[in-house]
């Protein structure tokens, strides 16, 4: 279903994936580019200005799913993996579809929800580990690991808890997973749902502002279970020494980070945080300002670049492009950084897209701010998320049904 006719909250909640951020209020202006407001530096191999002119890509149709929500790789392996919101794995080779499911995990999954479901999927750096991020039964988070053998194939009977997490809403559920580049496993999570973050201690931040609590955040974590947990805490995380902090805790201040990924070239994560009544948000930390370590995205305090609440939300980094739910948006969906070849112009620029605008959008940044932003001329319904490949080409995925491929037009 096309989002671009909601128009009042009752419908928000009913036609969609990541969208149940929306309401029937809409008291934004323009969209327009603003910048962080920390120093960082520059991301070698930047998109210029000239370079996202010359764009001009078209999607190729790869494969029809059933609700595909993310996509991921194997180390040394050309398949795509494809989850499937009602709780499968799907492998995409040779451009065509298996018929049979990498991993079945229905019985497990609760995806009533729209925003609930098989949310998020990650094999660990060797290949040995397949991770899941899903909706339980009961509608709360858990991330599971199972074991791969040397000719990829999954053993189901080999499930073991790594993280769960307790959901007070079906919305806000974030989903997302992925091992970064220093080899740890980040995990993303919603504010706990319902609107304007309604944890404990709301009118003061809420889940998105406390460190008490694993909503709301970034999480970083070392799958390999250690004292007494199914997981060990990396010893140079953030928080690991503050009072009452949940050592886990990598970023915070997040609403519903709907996919981050990291610029393979530069080590830079850039963040599609979706918004509540009239700004979505990306996020970009650089490589060389920490990548997001203990950095504090601004939420509930801060919409976007605008204020949501009085309230402090201390040392609060703003986000590096914002854009209201004017033309049709309303909740972005966060991408990649091109690193292809097949797209010279594109090289270097953040691709992305909004849910219910359903257009390619591209970003170009320099010395840690946007140079430019771009709608590329190409549509798809319903874009719930995105992919990359070993050689840096980009995937959408509709919550329509179809993969695509991003190619020269």
């Known amino acids: 279903m096309h989002r671009r006719l909601v ?27 603003i910048t962080t407001s920390r120093p960082t530096t520059s991301s070698s191999g930047a998109t210029t200005a000239a370079d996202l ?20 790789i194997r180390p040394g392996d050309a398949t795509l993996y494809i989850t499937e919101k009602v709780g499968r794995v ?13 991993l079945d995990i229905r019985s497990l999954v609760n995806s009533t929800g729209n925003e ?12 040995s580990k397949l991770y899941a991020h899903y909706s339980n039964g009961n509608g709360d988070t858990r991330v599971d690991e199972y074991a791969v053998n040397a000719a990829g194939a999954v053993d189901k009977a080999s499930r073991r808890q790594v993280l769960a997490q307790a959901q007070p809403q079906p919305n806000h559920n974030g989903g997302d997973l992925a091992f970064g580049p220093d080899g740890m496993l980040y995990i993303g999570l919603g504010d706990g749902g319902s609107a304007g973050d309604q944890g404990p201690g709301h009118v003061s931040g809420g889940n998105g502002q406390s460190l008490g609590t ?12 250690g004292a007494g947990r199914a997981y060990t805490i ?3 995380n953030p928080f690991v020494s503050t009072p009452g902090a949940r050592p886990e805790i990598w970023s915070y201040g997040l609403r519903n980070p709907w996919r981050f990924s990291w610029d393979t070239s530069t080590g830079d994560l850039w963040i599609g945080d979706v918004g509540q009544n009239a700004w979505e948000e990306v996020d970009l930390a650089t490589k060389a300002s920490g990548g997001g370590r203990g950095v504090n995205f601004g ?4 919409e976007g670049t605008h204020r949501y609440r009085d309230g ?4 609060a980094v703003l986000p590096v492009f914002d854009y209201s739910h004017d033309g049709g948006n309303c909740a972005v969906t966060g991408g990649y950084v091109y690193r292809g070849s097949r797209i010279p112009a594109l090289r270097g620029a953040y691709l992305f897209a909004d849910y219910c605008a359903g257009q390619l959008r591209a970003l170009a940044a320099k010395d840690g701010k946007v140079v430019q932003d771009r709608a590329l001329p190409v549509r798809s319904p319903a874009i719930a998320s995105f992919g990359q490949d070993a050689a840096g080409e980009l995937y959408v995925l509709s919550d329509q049904g179809a993969v695509s491929r991003v190619d020269p037009a």
Do not use: H
């Open 90 to 102: 799907r492998a995409i080779r040779n451009k065509a579809l298996d018929p049979k499911p990498v």
């Open 214 to 225: 694993l909503l709301g955040k970034i999480l970083r974590i070392d799958p390999t279970p």
């Open 299 to 302: 939420w509930n305090v801060w």
């Open 53 to 72: 002119a010359a764009v001009n890509v078209k999607l190729t149709k790869l494969a029809e799913l059933e609700r595909p929500t993310a996509m991921t």
């Open 7 to 33: 128009t009042s909250l009752a419908a928000c909640f009913v036609v969609g994936l990541v969208a149940a951020g929306c309401t029937s209020r809409d008291d934004s202006t323009s969209a327009k580019t």
């Open 234 to 236: 990396p010893a140079d």
């Open 116 to 127: 609930q479901g098989l949310l998020g999927i990650a094999y660990s750096p060797d290949g």
């Open 312 to 315: 402090e939300a201390r040392r």
